[in-house]
């Protein structure tokens, strides 16, 4: 199997990669490595340095690919309210560019990295996947929008889709700059000795 990972130097992505080497898969990485900070991958993989909105190169590195898997994103809430421009042309704009690559070369299966935050603020907890959509902010609304162009790509091109809204995320090897998520930060302030701060009145799960 030959896949191409998206977004595949993150934290999230670098961990994919690990293991789909491990079960035999020939990947390809296109990663801009704006995000982690992380310049090196597993070295069983081919990491192209280079951003996803640059059509050409999509098309060159789909070729005979099996799978995608999408990771590429701008990840941080705060940066796509100060821009949220950016946040739609990275998380939507440049995900259709990811689309239309695999429309033209012929692949057919695409795994993507989507957020919980499409939920917006849940009207319950659990949350289930039915709930409603309300996004509050550029970042979730980018995510929760490119999930309608999966809808659309699979009724009109016959491209498989599945979105994992992730919620919050942690682990080794995550090395996320600046720190926003809850669990990195919770263990950053314990380590220097600081107050945790825990939001909701301590009552989400």
């Given at each position: 199997m030959k896949a191409l990972v998206t977004g595949g130097a993150g934290f999230i992505g670098s961990t994919l990669v690990k293991h789909l080497c491990d079960a035999g898969y020939e990947v390809t990485v296109i990663d801009d490595l704006s995000s982690a900070g992380r310049t090196e991958i597993d070295s069983r993989a081919t990491l192209i340095v280079d951003s996803i909105g640059n059509i050409a190169l999509l098309e060159k590195h789909m070729e005979k690919k099996d799978v995608v898997f999408h990771l590429a994103a701008l990840?941080?809430?705060?940066l796509s309210l100060e821009d949220p421009e950016r946040a739609f042309r990275?998380?939507?704009t440049y995900g259709v560019r990811v689309l239309e690559a695999m429309r033209k070369k012929g692949v057919k299966k695409i795994v993507y990295s989507s957020s919980s935050s499409a939920y917006g603020e849940p009207v319950r907890n659990p949350v289930s996947e039915e709930d409603r959509k309300e996004p509050i902010n550029p970042y979730g609304a980018s995510k929760y929008?490119?999930?309608?162009?999966?809808s659309?790509?699979?009724?009109?091109?016959g491209i498989d889709s599945v979105a994992l809204r992730y919620f919050n995320v942690y682990g080794p090897g995550?090395?996320?700059k600046p720190v926003?998520?809850?669990?990195p930060s919770w263990i950053q302030w314990a380590l220097k000795g600081g107050t945790i701060w825990v939001h909701w009145a301590g009552k989400q799960v």
């Open positions: 990840g941080v809430i705060s990275d998380n939507l929008t490119f999930e309608a162009a999966l659309s790509y699979a009724h009109s091109f995550d090395e996320q926003t998520r809850a669990v």
